[in-house]
């Protein structure tokens, strides 16, 4: 590892992981997600999967990453021979990488939607705001043109970043990006606590209700939690790498955990009170209701149509914070291999999730009807992605970093103390691969 790629001082890897695990997830899925089931169940079920599954795998992976200093395939790639492991635990560098090329495939897409609405004014005069919010989305996406545009303009600007580098490009980035994106959410959220309906929207998110509570509840909180954090497919590894060697492991992930925590919250803080202020809306919509509902909410509301413009500035950025993660590990190896050069190389890997996005962008109009194992295109690449790949790839790491790797060692370069490294250590060797174990055989059985 050249030194000069790692990140000046403690804040730039604090700022890139939480610009890694901020992003579509927390502010659309999450909101929608605990709309689809249950609320507080959901949220309660979320908050224990991140941290008895999110907390532990996150520092592991992040460890693996500084243990390696390399991209995520060689970081592997290095504990299997300093270890003398089996040659099918390099599979697991691997499948990260592709999957964040999947991700990035129809990340790309949402984001490029989210970027498009900045620009979605609803005439003031609007006697239909409910039919012009349907409508403008159903037009949007039945258009192929229209996304593939904001799709490559979306990837476009992610390469281009990345492109220019980890320290350059990305550091530079995120260290503008970041601290915008928590000033605007902090906006918005005191805007919806006085324009909305903020204690039904608090009762909603806390109000815990253990009777709606089932398997497929846990399913969904687990995988969110994956997806949210990050983890399970080598961004956070990729960023580990470029740790300074004195950052203390088991006190900066907390903190990036928080952050991420605290900015769904947020962000269920405020499109909920802006959704429950419209009788007529319901916060269960669903995926939609980002895209939808929360238009219609909006232009109701006192200068709504700014405050929804910021609203997609605001998932925008979130977005290519995240999105610049997806991407890296993959570029990080090429790079290293000198197979091409950074930038060459990651204009060939972006070029790959483009042409995939494309099947993710069809499955809302030309293949609309198209369906494989009962998925269409989109969705089958979230469910494998979300559902399988993160997973899977988190238990690795858990039986990797618990079960082989040096102890003595690692309690002294995270800089845990007992009580804490007990915990990590019985999460990773225990908890977390039983609990990623059985929610994966309950999809087999049910
Ligand atoms: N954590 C990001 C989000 O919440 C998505 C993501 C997943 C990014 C995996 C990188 C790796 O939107």
Same mark, same amino acid.
């Given at each position: ?11 730039? /890897? ?11 997830? %927390? ?7 605990? !709309?689809?089931?249950?609320?507080? #169940? ?21 460890? &693996? ?15 299997? @021979?300093?270890? %003398? ?21 129809? $990340? =790309? ?11 979605? /004014? ?21 258009? *192929? ?14 390469? /281009? ?11 530079? @980035? ?24 903020? &204690? ?7 109000? #815990? ?29 990729? $960023?580990?790498? $470029? ?22 919250? /947020? ?5 909920? *009170? ?30 709504? =149509? ?34 091409? @050069?950074?930038? &060459? ?10 042409? +995939?996005? +494309? !099947? ?26 979300? %559902? ?57 059985? =049910?």
């Amino acid at each position: 590892m050249n030194q000069n790629k790692i990140w000046q001082g403690n804040w730039t /890897f604090i700022l890139a992981a939480a610009g890694s695990a901020v992003g579509l997830g %927390n502010i659309w899925k999450f909101p929608y997600m605990a !709309g689809t089931n249950g609320g507080s #169940a959901f949220v309660l079920i979320y908050f224990l999967c991140i941290l008895l599954i999110g907390l532990p795998v996150m520092m592991a992976e992040t460890y &693996l990453g500084r243990y390696g200093r390399k991209s995520p395939i060689n970081s592997i790639k290095k504990v299997v @021979t300093d270890f %003398n492991l089996s040659f099918y635990w390099k599979i697991l560098g691997w499948l990260g990488a592709i999957a964040g090329l999947m991700i990035l495939s129809y $990340y =790309s897409v949402f984001a490029g939607i989210a970027a498009a609405y900045i620009f979605n /004014f609803m005439p003031s005069n609007e006697v239909d705001p409910v039919y012009y919010s349907l409508n403008y989305f159903s037009e949007f996406v039945g258009s *192929p043109m229209k996304m593939i545009f904001w799709h490559t303009l979306f990837l476009g600007i992610t390469c /281009f970043i990345v492109g220019k580098g980890v320290i350059d490009g990305i550091g530079k @980035t995120i260290n503008f990006l970041m601290p915008t994106l928590f000033l605007l959410i902090i906006l918005l959220c005191i805007y919806s606590s006085f324009t909305g309906d903020f &204690l039904r929207a608090f009762n909603f998110l806390f109000d #815990a209700d253990f009777s709606k509570i089932s398997t497929s509840v846990i399913i969904a909180a687990m995988g969110q939690a994956f997806f949210t954090l990050s983890i399970g497919m080598g961004a956070i590894m990729a $960023y580990g790498a $470029y740790m300074p060697e004195d950052q203390p492991i088991a006190k900066t992930i907390p903190v990036i955990i928080i952050l991420d925590t605290s900015v769904a919250l /947020f962000a269920g803080l405020t499109i909920f *009170p802006i959704v429950f202020s419209n009788p007529i809306l319901s916060v269960s919509s669903g995926p939609g209701l980002l895209f939808e509902t929360l238009p219609i909410a909006f232009s109701s509301l006192p200068y709504g =149509s700014i405050f929804s413009s910021i609203f997609f500035i605001l998932i925008s950025i979130a977005a290519v914070s995240s999105s610049v993660s997806l991407i890296e590990p993959f570029t990080a190896w090429v790079e290293e291999q000198q197979i091409f @050069t950074r930038k &060459l190389g990651v204009i060939i890997l972006g070029l790959f999730a483009w042409i +995939l996005g +494309l !099947g993710s962008i069809f499955s809302f109009n030309i293949w609309k009807e198209i369906f494989i194992f009962g998925f269409d295109f989109l969705s089958l690449m979230d469910f494998l992605t979300n %559902n399988i790949m993160l997973p899977f790839g988190g238990l690795a790491i858990c039986l990797l970093v618990g079960w082989v790797l040096e102890k003595e060692k690692m309690k002294k370069d995270l800089k845990m103390n007992s009580g804490f490294y007990n915990f990590f250590i019985i999460c990773l060797k225990y908890v977390a691969p039983i609990s990623i174990g059985t929610i994966f055989l309950s999809y087999f059985f =049910s």
